[in-house]
């Protein structure tokens, strides 16, 4: 159980490290454009399954999918398509999607292969 738990703070614990790093200009233009992105889906999906894990919550591989497709599509909405509509400050990458999407299903991937808790 130890090592699913920990798998779902790693790209939390990435995407805060990143911003750490971000404020003191230690990071290249490259990871302050992509990296964040990749991230972010696989860090919303481990809150969520940490959360659903709290409440005992069983979770299917379909549930994991859907959860993934959904945090795509709500990060695209919301940070391409949304924001630069109403803010100067930011802009249109679509890039970005690619990011998402990359970042969401090596995140399950890697979930598929870690050994899963055995049943009592």
């Not at 233009?29 to 894990?53: C, E, H, K, N, T």
């Amino acid at each position: 159980m130890f090592k699913r738990c920990f798998l779902y703070f790693v790209p939390l614990c990435l995407l805060a490290s990143h911003q750490l790093l971000q404020k003191f200009n230690l990071s290249s233009s490259f990871l302050r454009s992509y990296l964040d992105d990749f991230l972010v889906v696989p860090a919303a999906i481990g809150l969520w399954l940490f959360v659903a894990q709290l409440f005992k919550a069983k979770t299917d591989p379909i549930d994991l999918w859907i959860a993934a497709i959904s945090g795509i599509f709500f990060f695209s909405l919301l940070f391409e398509v949304i924001l630069p509509a109403y803010l100067q400050t930011t802009t249109r990458d679509y890039w970005d999607l690619l990011a998402y999407s990359t970042g969401a299903f090596s995140y399950l991937l890697l979930l598929e292969f870690t050994p899963k808790p055995k049943r009592a």
